[in-house]
């Protein structure tokens, strides 16, 4: 039977039922990508090791090799699911060693990329063989799957429309303590990871830094002992006294700045770029909501305070001393 003309009707993945299909898959990725191997980037379970995808586990089972960055944490994964794929060792320690090894590799056949837990590319080096296939050509093909830090966003509890991952914060104290100060203002929700040992600190810094923002501590997702904690920072200081296990921590982002803050910011930029009185204060009083009349009353009190003389304002200020001018405004 002819196949081709079913591969170019149909995704590989409609035809998974079918005896020949892993011939099927191929074939369509062949055609792909003539004469070019593909890196595979398999997620794997962070804990629960039903937490993996039939495609997950097909490609390991066709690849010729699958490179983990924990072979012990791999082969017990993949002698439950019965497979015999041969696994070679790739993580910080022998990465620069390993990636000749591995591309050569990729001129012969297919790579399958495993993460300790989880997925490739996030907190292992997985990115520096990416980068690698990338430019020698080759095809880096995502198979997703499990990730703990969108699994810990999303039972968080705080906004997810948009988060900034961090990853682990940097064990020196006085690092760390530099890293938050510089993150203090993001607005967005802010993902990191962290060690048992260095759980206290981290929650000590983070309310040094943020103050006492809400946020969840999440603690082994997807196994026996799962915690997900919901509260603030100085309420996770005193419940986690004695920590154990993996964690994630999801806390909110800054709020917003209180409103006269923020005009008196738009003020004093406009200011300095030399905007007249009466444009200024229409300009900031529609992107604040604030009063024209009160953010006028203000400009004029800052302009006071930074002349030479109480009476002595720029030009552009004395157009607005104009009576008519300002009751048009303030109206």
């Known amino acids: 039977m002819n196949l081709l003309p079913v591969i170019f009707r149909c995704p590989p993945s ?5 005896p020949r299909a892993a011939w099927a ?22 804990g629960n090791l039903d937490d993996i995808t039939l495609r997950a586990l097909r490609i390991l089972r066709e690849v010729p090799l699958i490179a983990a960055e924990d072979t012990r944490t791999a082969r017990r994964l993949l002698q439950h699911y019965g497979i015999t794929t041969p696994v070679t060792s790739y993580h910080e320690q022998n990465k620069r060693m390993k990636l000749p090894f591995l591309l050569a590799r990729l001129r012969e056949g297919d790579v399958a990329l ?10 292992d080096p997985g990115y520096e063989l990416v980068v690698a296939a990338a430019t020698a050509g080759v095809p880096v093909v995502p198979v ?3 990730s703990a830090p969108v699994a810990a966003l999303i039972v968080s509890g705080l906004p997810t429309d948009r988060f900034v991952y961090e990853g682990f914060l940097p064990r020196r104290r006085s690092e760390r303590q530099r890293r938050l100060a510089a993150l203090a203002s993001e607005p967005r929700t802010l993902v990191f990871l962290e060690a048992p040992h260095r759980l206290q600190e981290t929650l000590e810094d983070l309310e040094l830094s943020f103050g006492n923002r809400p946020l ?16 603030d920072i100085a309420s996770a200081r005193a419940h986690f006294r004695e920590p154990r ?3 994630v921590l999801v ?6 700045a209180p409103a006269t803050e923020l005009v008196a910011h738009a003020i004093d930029q406009g200011l ?3 905007l007249p009185a009466t444009r200024l204060a229409a300009a900031v009083a529609a992107a604040t909501g604030t009063s024209r009349r009160a953010v006028y009353r203000q400009i004029l009190e800052r302009t006071r305070a930074t002349s030479p003389s109480a009476g002595d304002v720029s030009p552009a200020h004395k157009r607005s001393r104009d009576p008519t001018e300002r009751e048009h405004v303030c109206r």
Not at 14 to 18: N, Q, R, S
Not at 216 to 231: N, P
């Open 144 to 146: 997703p799957g499990p």
């Open 245 to 247: 296990g993996e964690f």
């Open 251 to 256: 806390v909110a982002g800054a709020p917003p």
């Open 272 to 274: 300095a770029a030399g």
């Open 216 to 231: 969840a501590v999440c603690r082994e997702l997807t196994k026996r002992h799962e915690e997900v904690f919901r509260g």
């Open 25 to 46: 898959t191929s074939a369509a990725r062949a055609l792909r990508y003539p004469d070019l191997m593909a890196l595979y980037l398999v997620a794997t379970p962070i």
């Open 14 to 18: 409609l035809l998974l039922g079918h």
């Open 114 to 123: 495993m993460s300790e837990a989880g997925t490739p590319g996030i907190n």
